[in-house]
């Protein structure tokens, strides 16, 4: 396999980002059976590590691929920033201080939730997010989706504090 292919294997996630429609959204999907049970089955003395470092490998090895395969440009395909965003909204469903521990059904729902949480922050690009989006390069091309993963993972936390409140 060339260098190339390599990058554009990894940018796509395997490919996801070359099936259509909507790449980015199938992207974010096929993240959330790896991302999902990490939430779902793994202890979170356990799913905290493991999450964090595949957001951190995900974002490192996809600028890498984003700037060999691309040349830094956001096309369609390029959907390893998605899965790097729709994993650190994850983030925001594991137990934190104050917060609403979610399990079954709950949890589900959750994991629904960050996923369309994490879409409508991509698409609509509000504050930080979109003007990490008009950097035109690989690091903005990662960033943007990064920015929107934190700003969903910090309002589930939000939504789950505020819970306990009402509860």
């Known amino acids: 396999m060339t260098r190339r292919r390599l990058a554009e294997w990894v940018a796509s996630?395997?490919?996801?980002?070359?099936?259509?429609?909507?790449?980015?959204?199938?992207?974010?999907?096929?993240?959330?059976?790896?991302?999902?049970?990490?939430?779902?089955?793994?202890?979170?003395?356990?799913?905290?590590?493991?999450?964090?470092?595949?957001?951190?490998?995900a974002s490192t090895i996809g600028i890498w691929a984003i700037g060999a395969a691309a040349d830094g440009a956001d096309h369609g395909w390029i959907v390893i920033d998605e899965v790097a965003?729709?994993?650190?909204?994850?983030?925001?469903?594991l137990p934190c201080a104050?917060?609403?521990?979610?399990?079954?059904?709950?949890l589900a729902a959750g994991i629904a939730v960050a996923f369309l949480l994490f879409r409508l922050l991509d698409i609509t690009k509000p504050g930080p997010v979109g003007m990490l989006d008009r950097r035109h390069d690989a690091a903005g091309v990662m960033g943007d989706d990064l920015a929107a993963g934190l700003i969903g993972a910090l309002l589930l936390v939000a939504v789950r504090a505020a819970w306990r409140l009402w509860s």
């Open 13 to 57: 996630f395997g490919g996801c980002g070359w099936l259509r429609p909507a790449p980015g959204t199938i992207g974010s999907a096929a993240a959330l059976l790896p991302g999902g049970v990490a939430v779902w089955w793994l202890p979170p003395s356990l799913a905290w590590p493991v999450l964090v470092a595949a957001v951190l490998a």
């Open 85 to 93: 965003g729709q994993w650190l909204t994850l983030l925001g469903l």
């Open 98 to 106: 104050g917060c609403v521990t979610l399990g079954g059904s709950a």
